[in-house]
């Protein structure tokens, strides 16, 4: 398939047919503020089996269904609770998604099956055009190969999905760079199946009680996933955000694991490795692996969000054996830097090394 990359400059010639391929059954990437998405009609089974395709994502993986006016939520719904409604308007267009019962015009090929609907409206200029020209709910999970990390840049999206997709929208690099918070509202208590840039105490104070999935928890301790207690977000089950190459990831203080760190690529070099190191901006590291990535100051989380996924992918690229990572101190964490340590973690997962209870690797 021949895929049309549009870039920055010449985006506003495009959008009309942008609109006119989704709402045809075709398929387009777009920039949103958290990450790059895959966009089709939601409407239609045939353009989200396309999306499931061109991924090579499970069909049990429900996609997040966009939109880009609050009149248009109402008929994807059973129904908007009060609750639903609060989240909406607090923090809609924004990086929240709500999950809510569906009504009978979404197709289960877009809903993994399941009878809920995760919708969200993103903030993104180019993404809220982009809806809006199509006239049609867009299905978009992240622009990415299933279990690669997500997109944050078009270079992204163009190393896993040109020729693909019927388009690709370049909006620059992203703002955020970890997916939206999914937050659940068909129970009693809301629940947080994927933490994001809204956070446990933003939602509490717009709707009162919330919980956390316990699996979600369990992943931000470093457990394994077990079959179990899947999470409910059935996403979140997959082997996920992962560079090729075994991440471990140190947990402790600053110099603690800068010190693990330096033994630990000496290590892996005298192994005949070729080893990277993830650690913040001031470790004193350079030079001691075949790459280190400085992504960040501790205590910068956005700044780390900003370039978690692309460090990976850069991982990728360097073609390394192994990878050591500073778990950047976000294990009392519980804002956007929660959500940074379920993707660092996943990304890692399992092997989690933590300074403080001497574990194994
Ligand atoms: P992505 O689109 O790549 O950001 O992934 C979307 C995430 O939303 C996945 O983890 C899905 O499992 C989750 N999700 C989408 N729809 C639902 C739903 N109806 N119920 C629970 N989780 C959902
Ligand atoms: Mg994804």
């Known amino acids: ?49 396309k999306i499931y395709a061109a991924k090579g994502r499970p069909s ?5 269904v966009h939109v880009a006016d609050f009149a248009d939520v109402a008929p994807l719904v059973r129904e908007i609770t009060p609750v639903a409604d609060k989240l909406m308007k607090k923090f ?26 995760a919708v969200r409206m993103p903030v993104h200029p180019v993404a809220m055009k982009l809806i809006r020209c199509a006239g049609v709910p867009i299905a978009a999970p992240s622009a990415n190969t299933s279990g690669r990390p997500s997109p944050t ?30 937050v659940d509202v068909t129970g009693e208590v809301p629940m947080i199946l994927r933490p994001g840039y809204i956070t446990k105490e933003m939602l ?40 090729k190459a075994p991440l471990n990831l140190i947990c402790g203080d600053e110099e603690e694991v800068e010190a693990e760190l330096r033994k630990l690529a000496a290590q892996g070099k005298s192994d005949g490795l070729r080893v990277g190191i993830i650690c913040s901006d001031g470790a004193d ?38 990878i050591y990572s500073d778990d950047f101190g976000l294990e009392n964490d519980e804002a956007l830097g929660y959500a940074v340590q379920n993707r660092i973690m996943k990304a ?9 209870q001497k574990g194994d690797l």
């Open 1 to 49: 398939m021949e895929t049309i990359v549009v870039r920055e400059s010449e985006l506003d010639d495009y959008y009309e047919e942008a609109g006119r391929i989704l709402r045809e059954g075709g398929l387009v990437a777009f920039p949103t503020e958290t990450v790059y998405g895959l966009g089709g009609n939601a409407l239609d089974p045939e353009a989200s089996a």
């Open 60 to 64: 049990d993986n429900p996609l997040i």
């Open 92 to 117: 809609w267009p924004g990086p929240l998604t709500i999950i809510m019962n569906k009504s009978d015009i979404v197709p289960t090929a877009t809903t993994g099956g399941l009878q809920s609907v």
């Open 153 to 182: 840049k078009a270079e992204h999206v163009i190393e896993d999905l040109f020729g693909r997709v019927d388009m690709i929208m370049d909006g620059g690099s992203v703002g955020i760079g970890v997916e939206s918070t999914i």
């Open 204 to 243: 509490t104070e717009a709707i009162g009680d919330v919980t956390i999935d316990k699996a979600v928890a369990k992943i931000n301790e470093g457990q394994l996933i077990t079959s179990k207690e899947p999470p409910k977000a059935p996403g979140m089950k997959y082997r996920h955000y992962a560079p």
């Open 285 to 322: 590291l350079d030079g001691c692996a075949d790459r280190v990535y400085h992504i960040g100051r501790r205590g910068d989380t956005e700044t780390i969000a900003h370039n978690i996924y692309d460090c990976l992918r850069q991982c990728d690229a360097d073609k390394l054996d192994v």
């Open 348 to 356: 890692a997962g399992g092997h989690v090394l933590n300074l403080k």
